[in-house]
């Protein structure tokens, strides 16, 4: 167990020093700016991932060391999985399942991005750990901190609910009913409620906006297009990887009570997504979740690890070769088709937010972009382009007589609420950019 737990700590270390050195992406700029300028909840997702970038103000001039407490997060949760597995799993099988989700890109070198479901998978873990003590020691405490877990969940991504099925499913197939104590099970639904409030107070004062875009997002299309699924499938394939899905679905050939928990929370997220495929386009990181559960299958299932020595080669190198091209663009690909070119698309403008000021962007990603180089609030103009946090943050609307918008050259007018601003001046920047001099009346 131990030796399963330094490989957790080492590769602590490395992913802190990597997170430094690596440029941010779109995403994680857009959260940075969430984190100084935090809010009950947001628009795009709940609000926890703005906690974790405004801690990480603290180490905002040391590169991107902003990253460093979600990063922690994000391997304590591997921490977490190794406690939940330890009466189930050898000492092999542990260190296995250390070196297969730290090995694993999505766990390992790209796990150093710090998103939504970095607390998402952390909250999820100990949901799933405080679960599996309030069966075993049905004391309040534990009832009470899985209420918790579960309603800082619910601050972190939405996708925790799936949780909740999962569990059930569990009870019922095991006959584990007669362990609840059902009189507890109100602390855990209040403690629940109010740990994930914020999120309930911001939607109903924002006519559940949030709510809904996220429905929308997933559910809202009525003729379902074959894409969708054949995409969801592949892409989990390509995630997962081959090796570890053929050994994770040969555990299905014995499933053993000690690891029916451990079934429920990997099968169940996928089988829901599957089904959400044929209702809208599923993204290929909504059941992330799952993953961790699916790791441990596969480890479980194995009867050598040969596999995941080779495996985890591979993962490694294609890990190197991207992490090295993100400062050296060298490999022989079309840098507009990968995600890597997000570290180089804003920065060159830059001097632009810094020189024509106030300065509005035309999308979130550039928005954020420009505010966590600049170290200033550049928002995004209000109503233009699709909804996120900046159409109801005050900065994006003007209070300055002038003000200058970078815009894209394809762009045709200004919002509704603007159509009486005046542009004075058109100032080219490049193929891709513009930027408007406008005047208010």
Partial sequence: MQKAKNIVYYCLLIKLAIAVWLPFFYDEAYYWFWGNNLRLSYFDHPPFVSYLYFIGQAFDYFGQASRWPGIIMGQ????????????????KQLIAFSCLMNAWPLFGAVSVVVTPDVP??????????????????SSLKNYFFFGVALGLGGLSKYQIVLI?????????????WSKLRWKYIPVSILAGAVFCSPVFIWNALNNWDSFLFQIDHGLGEKNWQISWTLDYLG?????????????????LKNVKKEILLIHCLAWFPLAFFLITSFKGDVEANWPIMAYPAVAALAVYASRNFNWLKWTAGIWIIASVLLLANSRVYWLPMDLEKIKIKEFYRYPKYEILAKSYTPMYADSF????YLSYLTKT??????????????????????KAKRYYF????????LPEWAKDHKVNHIIPVDQTYKILEIDQP
């Fill in 377 to 398: 609030d550049v928002c995004k103009l209000r109503a233009y382009n699709r909804r996120d946090f900046y159409d109801y943050h005050e900065c994006s609307i003007p």
């Fill in 76 to 91: 304590a949760s591997i921490w977490l999985w190794l406690i939940i597995l330890k009466n189930k799993f050898s000492d």
């Fill in 406 to 413: 970078l815009v894209g050259v394809g762009f045709t007018d």
């Fill in 120 to 137: 998402l998978i952390f909250f999820w873990t100990l949901s799933v750990y405080y679960f599996q003590k309030l069966l075993q020691d």
């Fill in 235 to 251: 892409s989990q394939i390509l995630i997962l990887f081959p090796t570890l899905v053929w050994f994770a679905f040969r555990s």
């Fill in 164 to 176: 909740i099925p999962a569990l059930l499913i569990y009870l019922g197939l095991s006959k584990s």
């Fill in 365 to 368: 990603q550039m928005a954020g």
